[in-house]
């Protein structure tokens, strides 16, 4: 906890300081939205470049040379809970910084967004950019923060359509719009086909002959998924290839009204609608299929359905 | 007759999860350089490019052989896409061999690639008009209910697909692009892992990867200046079917059996476990193994269960099946297929490294996509045909 101040020590309109040639290029070059750094004798370019080398006590070279704007962080502190003379209001890093071309690192602000923990992208030798105000006056804090280079960019994507379903489809999904399950039988193969497409796909041939088709069948396979669906929201939840009596080919569907692990290839089922007023022109009529009292269909069967 | 082909260059790019430090064309380029110092040629020396990949609402890239043709090197060239769903890596470089089989072209480059890290594929594959309904299962949810079919079918006990899921991951850790290396793999690991889609465990599917895949396919004229050892194909073949018909097998697809069969009658083989050194097969869950095993012949009906458990598909077994470590591995869906025909090319080049089956000199590249509606496959060899 935080005490209220209770006396406040300020000088009028802040100290001077006289920054001297080599701290004062690096900040004109800073308001002008340059970064530099200065060349010790022995070679090596220090950032924030001073008048000496540190190493060796040696006046450093008149050579100031450009660095950054990019660089690498080498190592950096996360302030999960900013004071209010912190640069930013929400958590930050402070880090230390080797602009590319330098061989010593800056401190200065990491802002990495919004993140009330350290995000996992933060680490060491994590590259980074500075971000200057537009209004520079020649400070360290020209520089606003620096922030993570550009690796993704989001790209939002969405596309309009005007679907038909086309004639077959149309009348299968009026007859579920009135409780019904039609199919085609083609006229080559015999096989009916739910839901009807106006063709046999195996035959190649056009197919027009209805047949209306019972709301029971069987489980020939399936399985037991233990990840969520929209429409499924509970797990696990039981998605089945249901052969209804008299069709030649299975369709997918839901099965629920008993525990998943107690589904079995072969078992009895029955189409489960939705109450009368919320039927639509839709598959979603039917809400799942769910078992029914009747001996499971020996495998021998339905093997052929697989 | 078709005029001889030969695979002069492979490169990959290392499979993973995530490649954020490179563009989608940053990728391909370096799956195609790779490709092409192997084969010691550089970007001019291409005649044409054919490309290949999943669908495009994966990664939300549509037409991407007009925003990648000057990536690869095809200003001024032919280049095109190629679209088989999941087999479409087999299938695009099927195509590119077709022209240089053809005779139009001396020297093909043929890339496929997935990011599957900018994509979402569970909602790129469920995506449906609304006239349909759709379970939002993915790919999972939809083999499942045919693996439980084979599993009934076949009689296989239940610790087959731990097998395939323990044996490839093996083979992983001796490929150094290989995705999921996972040191110790062993049955225990995989049966402590949780049901995703029962039968299907999570360590018992592949991962989602990014990567690129290329070869570089020459005549025999462009092959004889290559300064590596060259792979012949000796055959080539794709099938397709509807996904829902009265009377389709989908545990054992007609297309799969009858592509087979033609690609083993170019390749003169009758008999693939004997004549055949080793395959690279599509295998995304651990139980498509036993149930390509039999799709493809290697032995009958029913039996492919056996042939996991004597364990003749390992590295050191009669047939090697995915000595890479396969797509239960590394799975950029695109690349997939061909990072299948490329493996198969580099094991009867003797280029297979550490993975390498020794003496290989005959080998099947396989793929699949879809509800196992497409098919593609080739064989290579060391000899030309
Ligand atoms: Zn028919």
Redesign the pocket.
């Known amino acids: 906890m935080r005490s209220d101040v209770n006396h406040v020590l300020e000088f009028p309109g802040g100290y001077t300081r006289s920054v001297g040639p080599v701290i004062g290029r690096f900040l004109s070059e800073l308001r002008d939205g340059r970064l530099v750094g200065v060349r010790t004798a022995g070679g090596r370019v220090l950032v924030p470049p001073a008048e000496y080398d540190p190493d060796t006590g040696e006046d450093v070279t008149d050579e100031f040379v450009p660095v950054g704007p990019a660089g690498t962080v080498t190592t950096w502190s996360w302030v999960a809970d900013p004071r209010p003379t912190h640069p930013l209001d929400r958590p930050f890093a402070w880090a230390l910084i080797r602009l590319d071309g330098a061989d010593t690192a800056l401190l200065h602000v990491l802002d990495v967004g919004d993140h009330a923990e350290p995000p996992r992208f933060l680490k060491t030798g994590m590259r980074v950019r500075a971000k200057f105000r537009d209004d520079r006056v020649g400070g360290i804090r020209d520089i606003e923060c620096f922030r993570p280079e550009v690796t993704s960019i989001t790209d939002p994507s969405r596309l309009e359509y005007r679907l038909q379903g086309g004639r077959a489809l149309d009348r299968f999904l009026s007859g579920i719009a009135e409780g019904r399950i039609i199919g085609h039988r083609?006229d080559?193969?015999g096989?009916v086909i739910v839901p009807m497409k106006g063709l046999?796909p195996?035959?190649g041939?056009p197919t027009s002959e209805e047949v209306e088709l019972p709301h029971t069948g069987t489980v020939t396979t399936f399985a037991v998924n233990n990840l969520p669906d929209p429409r499924a929201p509970e797990v696990p939840f039981v998605s089945a290839y249901v052969l209804l009596d008299g069709a030649g080919l299975t369709m997918l569907a839901l099965v629920a009204g008993l525990p998943a692990d107690q589904v079995r290839m072969g078992m009895r089922v029955r189409a489960a609608w939705r109450p009368r007023e919320e039927w639509t022109k839709s598959m979603s009529n039917i809400k799942w299929f769910e078992p029914i009292d009747e001996p499971d269909v020996p495998f021998d069967e339905i093997k052929d359905y697989l | 007759m078709a005029e001889p082909c030969a695979i002069i260059g492979v490169g990959q790019t290392a499979y993973r999860t995530r490649r954020p430090d490179a563009s989608m064309a940053g990728l391909l380029r370096e799956a195609a350089r790779r490709a092409l110092d192997d084969a010691g040629l550089t970007w001019k020396d291409i005649d044409a490019v054919v490309i290949g990949k999943a669908p495009d609402l994966f990664e939300g890239v549509t037409m991407p052989e007009a925003y990648l043709a000057d990536a690869l090197g095809a200003a001024g060239k032919p280049i095109m896409r190629v679209h088989t769903a999941g087999s479409v890596g087999g299938s695009t470089a099927i195509v590119a061999a077709g022209l240089v089989q053809s005779g139009v072209h001396d020297r093909v480059l043929t890339v496929a690639w997935e990011k599957q890290s900018e994509s979402n594929a569970t909602w790129a594959l469920t995506v449906n008009t609304p006239f349909t309904t759709s379970l939002v299962v993915g790919a999972g949810g939809y083999f499942a209910p045919h693996i439980r079919a084979y599993m009934r079918r076949s009689g296989a006990p239940d610790h087959i697909g731990t097998l395939v899921a323990v044996k490839d991951r093996e083979n992983a850790l001796k490929n150094q692009y290989a995705h999921l290396k996972i040191p110790g793999i062993s049955r225990e690991m995989v049966e402590s892992t949780p049901m995703l889609w029962e039968p299907i465990r999570y360590l018992e599917t592949c991962p989602s990867s990014d990567g690129a895949c290329a070869m570089v396919l020459a005549s025999s004229d462009a092959a004889r200046s290559a300064p590596n050892p060259p792979a012949w194909v000796h055959g080539t073949a794709m099938r397709s079917e509807p996904i829902f018909f009265?009377g389709r097998d989908t545990v054992n697809p007609r297309g799969g059996i009858d592509c087979a069969a033609d690609v083993y009658r170019q390749a003169g083989i009758t008999d693939p476990r004997a004549e055949l050194d080793c395959a690279e097969v599509y295998v995304p869950f651990s139980w498509y193994e036993p149930m390509w095993l039999e799709n493809l012949g290697f032995c009958g009906e029913g039996e492919g269960w056996k042939l996991t458990e004597s364990g003749a598909t390992a590295l050191d077994g009669d047939i090697p099946w995915n000595p890479s470590g396969g797509v239960l591995s590394s799975n950029p869906i695109g690349a997939s297929g061909m990072i299948r025909f490329a493996e198969a090319a580099l094991q009867v080049r003797g280029m297979a490294g550490e993975h390498q089956v020794d003496g290989a000199r005959r080998a099947l590249g396989h793929a699949y996509g879809g509800g196992a509606q497409f098919f593609a496959m080739w064989i290579v060899g060391s000899d030309r045909p």
């Open positions: 083609c080559v193969c096989q046999c195996r035959d041939v | 009265a």
